[in-house]
Nanobody
Framework: QVRLVESGGGLVQAGGSLRLSCAAS????????MGWYRQAPGKQRELVAT???????NYVDSVKGRFTISRDNAKNTVSLQMNSLKPEDTAVYYC??????????WGTGTLVIVSS
């Protein structure tokens, strides 16, 4: 199992920026893919961005050009730089890692609130 601890959430005005970070510990040798998901009130959890073990990156269309995902394999961290934030980005953001066996581990989430 991989333990994930997120940080960096908070309250920001529309147009502002936040940087989320996630530190992994435990069976980090098993990590393949890393990513961020979010869940807004009353909505299903959705993929925000992923960065695969080979370096490929995917974003949900709504954050393209505003969010940037990065990972540091030596430190077992994944970060999400969020710029030009909008009220609709308000959600709990979850760090996710997937092992080579396809097993997912999740962080407990960090709340991002974007005020208009």
């Amino acid at each position: 199992q991989v333990r994930l601890v997120e940080s960096g959430g908070g309250l920001v005005q529309a147009g502002g920026s936040l940087r989320l970070s996630c530190a992994a510990s435990g069976r980090t040798f098993s990590i393949n893919d890393m990513g961020w998901y979010r869940q807004a009130p009353g909505k299903q959890r959705e993929l925000v961005a992923t960065i695969l073990s080979g370096g490929s990156i995917n974003y949900v269309d709504s954050v393209k050009g505003r969010f940037t995902i990065s990972r540091d394999n030596a430190k077992n961290t994944v970060s999400l730089q969020m710029n030009s934030l909008k009220p609709e980005d308000t959600a709990v953001y979850y760090c996710n890692v997937r092992s080579s066996a396809g097993v997912d581990d999740w962080g407990t989430g960090t709340l991002v609130i974007v005020s208009s």
